[in-house]
């Protein structure tokens, strides 16, 4: 059974759900979910681990970002920063989606502290727009769902924004399939959604930066996720020199909840393999 405690960064309490003991492994939510997303991989793994897995601002039981500050990758990578001096060793990082982009983020940032790294779809976007030619319009067509959701924010249409990326990710009608206290519940969160395409969107990095990332790193990608998605998963795997790709056959951008057997699966394979590693990692100078 896991526990929910709190911690405190930048002014805002943060909610962390763990359970087990042993090597720490840190799980993180993409966006419109919660630290829930991850209940059965805790549960698989705590026999064996320490896990852990926070709720980002605004999910969950974490309170909501606000004041005049920006939410940004670096601001959510204080989050892993505190659970991962509070374990006092090196953690196994995961993340999917939005939380792979974080994981990604703070494993530049602070290598040392990382063991592995397991990137399920990161939408570090930003590798192509300042990537290879004739791969921009691949960021357009995000940067077109940002705008959807941004301007149904500021015309109050949250119900709008909110259809509009759930079904981009997940297929068109999804939305409307959805119970209405769920449409509910997700539309409460667009302004969470908005301050995170904001985030990645400001990530300075082009592909080429990854090439000094030297953690053993895991990219899992599903076969019909859209491209924007799939592409960034191979970009990361050409440039990282330590990644594997994985390609889920039949899975979309929810294969954590979708395919979860074969995602946790994988996701344990990758961590047991390097639990007991001794290499050390150089530290990476913290990108301006």
Not at 104 to 131: C, D, H
Request: glycine fraction near 6%; hydrophobic fraction near 45%.
């Amino acid at each position: 059974m896991s526990v929910v405690s709190y911690i405190n960064t930048n002014d805002r309490s943060v909610a962390v759900r763990s359970t087990g003991t042993g090597r720490p492994v840190v799980l993180l939510h993409s966006s419109a979910s919660s630290s829930a997303q991850w209940r059965d991989a805790m549960i698989d793994m705590a026999p064996v681990y320490r896990v852990l897995a926070p709720d980002f601002p605004g999910y969950g039981k974490s309170a909501a970002w606000s004041g005049t500050a920006p939410r940004t990758l670096a601001t959510d990578c204080e989050i892993v920063s505190s659970i991962a001096e509070d374990c006092r060793e090196p953690i196994h990082l995961v993340g999917h989606s939005y939380g792979g982009a974080v994981a990604l983020w703070y494993a530049m940032q602070r290598p040392e502290t990382v063991k592995s790294l397991t990137l399920i779809e990161p939408v570090a976007f930003n590798v192509l727009r300042f990537g290879a030619r004739g791969r921009r319009f691949l960021f357009d067509e995000v940067e077109d769902v940002a705008t959807k959701v941004v301007t149904a924010l500021s015309r109050g249409d949250h119900f709008a924004g909110m259809a509009h990326f759930i079904d981009y990710w997940n297929g068109r009608g999804t939305w409307d399939l959805l119970p209405r206290e769920r449409q509910e519940l997700l539309a409460s969160q667009i302004e969470n959604i908005a301050q995170e395409f904001s985030a990645v969107f400001d990530d300075p990095r082009s592909t080429a930066a990854y090439e000094a990332l030297q953690v053993p790193t895991l990219i899992i990608r599903g076969d019909q996720s859209r491209v924007p998605a799939m592409s960034v998963a191979a970009s990361l795997a050409r440039a990282i020199p330590a990644a594997a790709l994985q390609t889920i056959e039949g899975a979309g951008h929810m294969l954590p909840l979708t395919h979860k057997a074969l995602v946790q699966a994988s996701i344990s394979q990758h961590v047991n393999r390097h639990a007991h590693s001794t290499a050390s990692v150089p530290a990476l100078p913290h990108a301006a």
